[in-house]
């Protein structure tokens, strides 16, 4: 994987591939100009290495020339072919072959061929290392091409990104990052936070936890933050649309997060819903809810135990310990019925070393 700019690129051609391909396309030109002296074109900037390479494996006399366009802003073309660099004037009554490094929507190519439509040449003709089918508008023939590849962004062998990547060997692709949203469920004790971390830090996730979005807020005195405690201090429930902005403001405070992992929100099917509206907005879902499973004898210790060093009383008393898990499961099984019939309900065994839950829980993610 590498980085330009902003953008992560993964592997996609490698010098191999990307030579075999220069040698096809020199092969069939020169099988069709073998007894005349043709004029290569080539586009730049992109298409310099590509020409390069092409003369190496040309075996017959021949002529170069260049010209040079511009449609490209970063990852997306303008739209608005720009001609920087006209073709040389000596071309008449010759054969020309246009040498592009890429040919996509078929702009620059409508461009060449206005450029030539005003000249005497005896023929032109167009040849491109790489072509994306999938989104060429079709307009004019492509006499010859390299590799033909699905649409996706590569940058490298002369392409760039914002410039950078041109001097790359090998071709990469733009690594689109896919998502993954997950919600986690666990009653107290099993270990929701403990591997939380776990998830955030492998997959990058930013965990958003109700609990400390609360407090975070109010201790703050944000405008949230006061409307929350303006029903906390008259003993009514926070409305679910104060809690959802809580989550919509820590989602955009991180876009460049690979997804979020959302802890203690949703607590009833409502609020679910309410979850799931906010996501669509944003062109977003839930992945997969995950629940801890644990055995309530061993988290009862395990609370207990965690009493004698944080001082909670509710971590103290066997009674509150099991009066939170029966909350927890008359509020769960609602959810549990919503996620299961999206299909995204999955139980792991919270019971084990840390790094054994981990392994389930990264089987589960893996599997998305």
């Not at 021949?62 to 040079?68: G, I």
């Not at 950078?164 to 099993?190: C, D, S, T, W």
Request: hydrophobic share 40%.
């Amino acid at each position: 994987m590498i980085k330009l700019h902003d953008k992560h690129f993964k592997p996609f051609l490698n010098e191999a591939q990307i030579e075999a391909a220069v040698k096809s396309v020199a092969a069939k030109v020169a099988a069709d100009y073998k007894d005349e002296v043709p004029v290569f074109v080539g586009v730049l900037n992109g298409a310099f290495m590509f020409v390069s390479d092409f003369l190496k494996h040309y075996p017959y006399d021949c002529e170069v020339s260049f010209v040079k366009l511009s449609s490209y802003q970063g990852l997306t073309s303008t739209g608005i072919v720009e001609t920087l660099l006209d073709v040389s004037k000596d071309i008449e009554g010759k054969s020309v072959v246009i040498l592009e490094d890429i040919i996509d929507t078929g702009r620059t190519l409508k461009e060449l061929v206005h450029l030539f439509s005003n000249t005497n040449v005896k023929e032109f003709k167009i040849a491109s290392l790489f072509f994306k089918s999938d989104v060429y508008n079709g307009e004019y023939a492509i006499d010859y091409w390299g590799i033909e590849i699905p649409d996706k962004f590569i940058v490298g062998y002369g392409l760039d990104y914002k410039e950078l990547g041109r001097n790359l060997k090998e071709v990469y692709q733009l690594n689109q990052k896919h998502m993954i949203n997950l919600v986690l469920f666990g009653k107290p004790g099993a270990g929701k936070g403990t591997q939380a971390e776990f998830l955030k830090d492998k997959y990058n996730l930013k965990h958003i936890s109700t609990g400390d979005l609360f407090r975070y807020n109010m201790k703050n005195d944000t405008d949230l933050g006061k409307l929350a405690k303006s029903f906390i201090d008259k003993g009514e429930l926070v409305p679910d649309e104060v809690t959802i902005k809580m989550l919509e403001d820590a989602v955009e405070k991180n876009p460049d997060a690979s997804g979020f992992i959302f802890d203690g929100f949703p607590r009833t099917t409502a609020q679910a819903e309410a979850l799931d509206a906010f996501l669509a907005g944003k062109n977003m879902k839930v992945d997969a809810t995950i629940a801890l499973e644990a055995n309530d004898e061993v988290l009862i210790q395990r609370l207990l135990e965690r009493g004698k060093v944080s001082g909670r009383s509710d971590d103290q008393d066997e009674g509150k310990i099991r009066n939170r898990f029966n909350e927890y499961n008359t509020k769960t099984a609602p959810l549990k019925d919503y996620y299961e019939a999206q299909g995204k309900f999955h139980s792991v065994n919270g019971i084990g070393a840390i790094d054994e839950v981990a392994h389930r829980l990264g089987k589960v993610i893996e599997e998305l």
